[in-house]
């Protein structure tokens, strides 16, 4: 007999061992439903796990196999196409299998099963029923009364029935025993919508730019050719009724779509708008759908009665088996990447789709990643623009402040004159303000206050971070140390100080000066309740606060009709993170923020304050000028080695003691290195995080840089596995992250 032993992998992880299935006999009667992705209940020692089919076998592999259990699904949850993916995800960023699949499959390892609710149906004939109500209509007044109901609704489930009638359930068991009524099983979806009627959302007319792009894509479309198309649009160009029109494109050609979006719940109007247009075809995959929501989505996508997903990162493994388009809106957004094992990158995994279904992938942005532009202006991939914003709007002003000249005349505040100025005119006329602050301001580095010079290190390019225990300055990428120097490297000067500011600080800095408006704050420390979030958002749109400050995450949410102004505190927070992609990310944000604003008719303005008013990013931000900023940006990638002109592979050691952790981050680089030998690649670090302790782990990291990314790759998950083998490793972590997006 063939096949009658399936690989199975389980859910139990165990670091640097790799994947391993496990053999199990499938008894005859499960034979025929068992295939590749199939959900099985399997024993495990003395315990019974839940695992996945990932392939079969003629003979086991071990003299005594034990019987799978029981099927779990009545149809296979994961395709082929998904489960291959997954396998591809998990080779790419070295990753167990099962983890990869738990993210493909959400919760789905808890056993959630299809909802079934018992029907109630007359077994007879009207007419037949009619008399027998009669019959019975003094003696038993509520099995009549069933009847009636049943004579008028062909089918009603049970509890609607018992409501509607009045009736107990003895009368429906009676008239069952006599034979007039037949109960039934039948499924229902639970459905995230159910109750939410949306607006009808008619298509615009588009303008002579927008028909010539979505002429293109609709071109790829129709001769299904794959490939990725990056949609270059500032703020307010319109690219979103573009993807709109592309997907009833797609739906006419009887084909599917996936949209992606950085994050749900700040994209609810785009929301409103895709439902709106294609109603019940829509499905939104978010994280707060319950386990059970979740399972009917996935089960109504497999069945073909939902055509378009929209969602986050995970959304990219809807169960389509017909896609026609994949888009993925806001590109350059580092929530595509996954920061927690399996790290994936959903665009990447959106590409190998988009290549099985032979359908184009497009990424939409007004500040694409440099290396989508890149790939793009290189030829790899079509580039397609819109350079203004729809019915000619403009784009709202951006006024850079010199915080050197207000230092020099006096001022030591927070606020720069003209920000302050700006600020009282609209606390006069009762709009709202927004003052935001980078996330991270947790490095401290320096910065002359007459020239704005600022340290950076000679290998890396990375501003070097400043740690008052010691009194040094440090690169922590690959651990050059410096000593404060007494005097600017740029300008001579000795007006040098160090720079870092939490939103804590503003927020007393703003009390001082404006004591009697109404502020609120919202950051990591004042959002980690859950939900609290939207709340602040609330208050602040009921118009109940004047003042908003916040980090990154408000400037995605911006939408906000009566904040007429925004003001940066202090850009260089930004600028000079130790990563080497601050100058995009600086770019992106200052842009991001200053699309926001100003969308009503009351206007808006953007101030960004700093020391570095002349640095390319905040230069390209104030003037709306994609192109310049990237031509800088690429020149400095090209010159210091990083993507896209080298690979990347992060490795990361944490421990809850900080004390064997550099000993072995060293002994992992010399494995690395025996490796590497007659390869072409080079090693930064070990050296400490710049984030040196989270959770209470310790963080050290090194990094691999090289163009022969398989062998770095080979080498790495190698020397991974192998550290893993020395008892003495256990209580040390190490993760490595693939193409790694942020390297704090
Ligand atoms: P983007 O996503 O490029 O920032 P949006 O898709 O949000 O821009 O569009 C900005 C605004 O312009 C939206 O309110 C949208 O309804 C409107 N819009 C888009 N296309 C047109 C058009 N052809 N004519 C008029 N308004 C349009
Ligand atoms: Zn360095």
Same mark, same amino acid.
């Given at each position: 007999?063939?096949?009658?032993y ?10 640097g061992?790799?994947d391993?299935?496990?053999?199990y ?6 034979l ?20 996945f089919?990932v392939?079969?076998?003629?003979s086991?592999e071990v003299?005594r196999v ?7 699904d009545p ?8 489960l291959?993916?997954a396998?591809w ?16 499959l959400?919760?789905?390892y808890a056993?959630?099963k299809?909802?079934e609710?018992?029907?109630i149906?007359l077994?007879?004939?009207q007419?037949e029923?009619?008399?027998?109500r ?6 038993a ?19 609607d ?7 107990g ?8 025993e006599k ?10 979806m ?9 607006g009808?959302s008619?298509?615009?007319q588009?303008?002579p730019?927008?028909s010539e792009?979505?002429?293109?894509i ?5 001769k ?5 198309i990056?949609?270059?649009g500032?703020?307010g ?10 997907i009833?494109?797609v739906l ?6 996936l949209?992606?979006?950085?994050e ?8 409103k708008w895709f439902?709106?247009?294609f ?6 995959l ?7 929501e ?13 055509k378009?997903?929209i969602?986050p990162?995970?959304?990219?493994f ?13 590109e ?7 920061e927690e094992s ?6 990447e995994?959106a ?5 099985f279904y ?11 990643s440099?290396e989508?532009y ?9 580039l397609?623009?819109l ?6 709007r ?5 006024e850079?402040?010199?915080l050197?000249?207000e230092?020099?005349g ?6 720069s004159?003209i ?7 609209v606390?006069?006329?009762?709009q709202?303000?927004? @003052?935001?602050?980078?996330r991270?301001?947790?490095?401290t580095?320096?910065?002359c206050r007459e020239?704005?010079?600022?340290l950076?290190c000679?290998n ?8 008052a225990?010691?009194?040094?300055l440090k690169?922590h990428y ?8 007494e005097?600017?490297?740029g300008?001579?000067g ?5 720079l870092g500011?939490?939103t804590?600080r ?5 009390k001082?000066?404006f ?10 420390d ?12 609330k208050?602040f749109?009921?118009?109940e ?5 916040g980090t ?8 906000f ?13 930004a ?7 601050s100058?995009e ?9 200053a699309?926001r604003t100003?969308?009503?008719?009351l206007?808006g ?6 020391f570095n008013?002349?640095?390319?990013s ?16 690429i020149?400095l ?8 002109f080298?690979r990347l ?21 010399g ?17 400490p995080?710049? @984030? ?9 990291h ?7 990314f398989?062998?770095?790759?080979r ?7 192998e550290?893993?083998?020395t ?18």
């Amino acid at each position: 007999m063939m096949n009658q032993y399936a690989r199975v992998v389980v859910d139990l992880p165990a670091p640097g061992i790799g994947d391993r299935y496990f053999h199990y006999k499938i008894p005859k009667e499960f034979l025929s439903q068992i295939q590749e992705g199939t959900r099985v209940m399997v024993p495990f020692g003395s315990r019974k796990l839940l695992g996945f089919v990932v392939g079969f076998d003629s003979s086991p592999e071990v003299d005594r196999v034990k019987e799978i259990n029981r099927v779990v699904d009545p149809f296979p949850l994961l395709t082929k196409e998904l489960l291959d993916l997954a396998r591809w995800i998990s080779d790419l960023y070295i990753s167990p299998l099962v983890e990869v699949l738990k993210a493909i499959l959400p919760n789905f390892y808890a056993t959630t099963k299809p909802k079934e609710v018992t029907v109630i149906k007359l077994a007879v004939q009207q007419k037949e029923a009619l008399s027998y109500r009669d019959k019975i209509k003094r003696r038993a007044p509520k099995q009549a009364q069933i009847l009636e109901v049943l004579m008028q609704q062909k089918k009603i489930p049970l509890q609607d029935l018992l409501q509607v009638s009045g009736a107990g359930r003895q009368s429906v068991k009676a008239l069952q025993e006599k034979k007039l009524l037949i109960m039934d099983r039948e499924r229902v979806m639970r459905e995230p919508f159910q109750q939410k009627l949306f607006g009808l959302s008619s298509r615009l007319q588009l303008n002579p730019k927008q028909s010539e792009l979505l002429g293109i894509i609709k071109h790829k479309i129709d001769k299904k050719l794959p490939g990725t198309i990056l949609l270059h649009g500032v703020t307010g160009s319109g690219k979103t009724e573009i993807y709109l029109q592309a997907i009833e494109e797609v739906l006419k050609n009887g084909r599917e779509a996936l949209v992606l979006v950085p994050e749900i719940s700040l994209t609810p109007q785009m929301v409103k708008w895709f439902r709106g247009r294609f109603g019940s075809l829509v499905t939104v995959l978010h994280s707060r759908l319950s386990q059970g929501e979740r399972y009917d989505q996935w089960c109504r996508i497999r069945e073909g009665e939902i055509k378009i997903a929209i969602g986050p990162r995970s959304a990219v493994f809807a169960p389509f088996t017909n896609l026609g388009i994949i888009i993925i809106d806001e590109e350059h957004e580092t929530t595509y990447k996954q920061e927690e094992s399996p790290r994936y990158d959903a665009r990447e995994a959106a590409k190998k789709r988009g290549d099985f279904y032979s359908c184009p992938v497009v990424l939409g942005s007004a500040t694409p990643s440099v290396e989508a532009y890149y790939s793009a202006r290189e030829g790899k991939d079509l580039l397609i623009s819109l350079k203004e914003r729809v019915e000619h709007r403009p784009l709202p002003p951006v006024e850079v402040v010199d915080l050197k000249e207000e230092l020099s005349g006096g001022n030591r505040t927070l606020f720069s004159s003209i920000l302050y100025n700006h600020m009282e005119k609209v606390l006069s006329r009762k709009q709202q303000i927004i @003052l935001f602050l980078n996330r991270r301001g947790f490095a401290t580095f320096m910065v002359c206050r007459e020239c704005g010079f600022v340290l950076r290190c000679s290998n890396c390019s990375i501003t070097l971070t400043y740690h008052a225990s010691q009194d040094l300055l440090k690169c922590h990428y690959c651990h050059h140390e410096k000593r404060v120097p007494e005097q600017c490297p740029g300008c001579g000067g000795s007006c040098i100080r160090f720079l870092g500011l939490g939103t804590q600080r503003v927020e007393k800095g703003v009390k001082d000066l404006f004591p009697r408006a109404r502020v609120l704050r919202m950051d990591m420390d004042a959002t980690t309740r859950k939900g609290s979030h939207q709340d602040i958002f609330k208050v602040f749109q009921r118009g109940e606060a004047d003042i908003l400050i916040g980090t990154q995450m408000i400037a995605k949410g911006l939408d906000f009709p009566r904040v007429t102004l925004v003001g940066v505190i202090l850009a260089d927070t930004a600028l000079n993170l130790p990563d080497f992609r601050s100058g995009e990310r600086t770019f992106q944000l200052l842009t991001q923020v200053a699309g926001r604003t100003g969308r009503s008719s009351l206007g808006g303005k953007v101030i960004v304050q700093t020391f570095n008013p002349d640095h390319y990013s905040i230069m390209a931000a104030k003037h709306h000028d994609y192109e310049s900023f990237f031509e800088e940006e690429i020149s400095l990638r090209k010159e210091f080695q990083y993507p896209p002109f080298n690979r990347l592979i992060r490795v990361v050691f944490s421990s809850l003691s900080e004390k064997f952790l550099s000993q072995k981050a060293g002994e992992f680089k010399g494995m690395l290195e025996r490796s590497l030998r007659g390869i072409q690649a080079e090693i930064l670090g070990p050296c400490p995080c710049p @984030l040196s302790k989270v959770r209470g782990r310790y963080r050290w990291h090194l990094v691999l840089k090289s163009l022969e990314f398989a062998e770095i790759h080979r080498v790495s998950r190698e020397a991974w596995q192998e550290f893993y083998k020395t008892a003495g490793n256990r209580e040390i972590r190490i993760t490595l992250d693939v193409n790694p997006i942020t390297m704090l």
